[in-house]
């Protein structure tokens, strides 16, 4: 298959800088080499996770046991410089790797001690000094609604100034690789500014006061388009919020949600990628990453004529094999069993369905998004009465007092089912409910018509009624 060459990395490093030990690209099926040697005498436990940029929604995990002497050989999905986490025993750490390079672990003596070796074995011992979640979890705090907007600012460019510091204080790091995570270490900062002033506004409630200017204060002189980065995993986070204050800033209402995979919103994603970047190589990773989210999230908005617009023959073929791919529960399939209670004790099942067509909806009482719905689905209710047609909300991950008060709050008119305990895990597995709000339509005879189907207010009503037009049609003489 063809490698998608985009600009050498060489082009970060401008004066006096030590040559990568390979010339990076952003390559769909890239891969490195990870060796672990168990020098101890004893089985040692080792887990790895690794996230690539595409397809999004595959992690690489592992959980296995290495015997004593035995070496372990694994090939780690690489598109480009990159980052994944290894728990070695009770040790995590975070190895850094590019395409075609070999990490090298050796473990060593009862007290299970770990040697690096390898090309990037100085930066590798250098991550193993930080915490693996070095990135997110400082930030923490502020994120989930600590202090005010101005304060999580400073913060946040602290964390980075200390980050920074560190970095220049390991004099045995190469120079290019240090240039190289300073620059990552900016993208991480103005991703978290931008990520958590939406999520305090969006999802927590929390009424900041954003200057008019706040994005260009964010940004700063942060370079946007970096065709060499493509597929690095925070200049693409970097970019997708970049992308999303691009189409909707704060305060704003203006336009559909940025992860909403309704009618509007893709062709307003698609225009505003076509129009922010003169890299083709950027727009076709940028597409290929939200084409494959809406396929996952929202196939029946999917309109093919929007292959158009990534010209890779790789990432094209990328998107065509998922949507080929089967669905979880692809229409035809049975609804799947649940055995649930409503808020006065009643237990509900699938067979109580039968010969009505049912529309379930499934929220959370931490997911704001959710509650935006709650008065389209008091409208179906009423819109379909006096028809064939049951609407249930099934809330999941969460706590029933809390549950019991939203539905007070809400008034909502559905039939309310709360799934705990195993039955919220069974509920994900079984109709992968991985994003919320997610809704599931269902004919009379108790088959899926479609998974994450238009929601309740986006196009359910008219799914509906098609299915009843089709059993009046069905019992005409």
Known sequence: ?????????????????????????????????????????????????NWPYLPSDENQHLDTWIPPGKLLNLDITTQNWHYYNLTVDTQDFRLFT????????????????????????????????????SDWGPRTYWNQGGGS???????YDSITDRQKKELYAASNLPSWYSEFESLRLDYVNA???????????????????????????VMGTLPIERA???????????????????????????????????????LIRIETIEQSFASQEIKDVLLTEYFTH?????????????????HSPELSRLVTEQLQDNPLLPAGSDLPYFYLKDEEGKTFEPTDFKGKI???????????????????????????KDEPVAIVNICIESRADKWKSVLEKYQLEPINLFAEGQWSETINTRFGTSTLPQSVLVDANGKVVQN??????????????ELLDQMKNKVQP
């Not at 590019?98 to 991550?127: C, Y």
């Not at 990520?195 to 954003?210: E, V």
């Not at 809406?294 to 990534?310: A, S, T």
């Not at 909806?361 to 409208?379: D, L, P, S, V």
Request: glycine share 6%; hydrophobic share 40%; with cysteine.
């Open 1 to 49: 298959m063809k490698k998608i060459l985009f600009l050498g990395v060489q082009a970060l490093f401008l004066l006096g800088c030590s040559t990568p030990p390979v010339e990076t690209r952003f390559d769909l099926n890239g891969s490195s080499q990870l060796q672990i040697l168990n020098e101890s005498p004893d089985s040692i436990p080792i887990v790895l996770d």
């Open 228 to 266: 060499d980065l493509a597929g690095v995993d925070i200049y693409m986070r970097f970019l997708g919020w970049y992308l999303t204050y691009q189409i909707s800033p704060l305060p704003s209402k203006k336009n559909p949600a940025p992860n909403d995979p309704n009618q509007a919103f893709p």
């Open 452 to 465: 994450k189907c238009a929601r309740p207010g986006a196009g359910a009503d008219k799914l509906i009624r």
């Open 149 to 155: 907007l101005a304060e999580l600012l400073v913060a």
């Open 358 to 384: 049912l529309l379930i909806n499934f929220w959370a009482t931490w997911c704001k998004a959710c509650y935006k719905g709650f008065e389209h689905e008091n409208q179906l209710v009423r819109q379909f």
């Open 294 to 310: 809406v396929i996952d999230k929202g196939r029946h908005v999917w309109q093919d004529e929007w292959l158009k617009h990534i």
């Open 191 to 217: 991703a978290s500014k931008l990520s958590s002033t939406r999520y305090r506004y969006k999802m927590l409630g929390i009424r900041d006061s954003i200057p008019k200017d706040f994005f260009k204060r």
């Open 98 to 133: 590019q395409p075609n390079m070999n990490n090298e672990i050796q473990v060593t003596d009862g007290a299970h001690r770990i040697r690096f070796s390898g090309k990037h074995k100085a930066i590798n011992e250098f991550l193993a000094k930080r915490h693996p979640h």
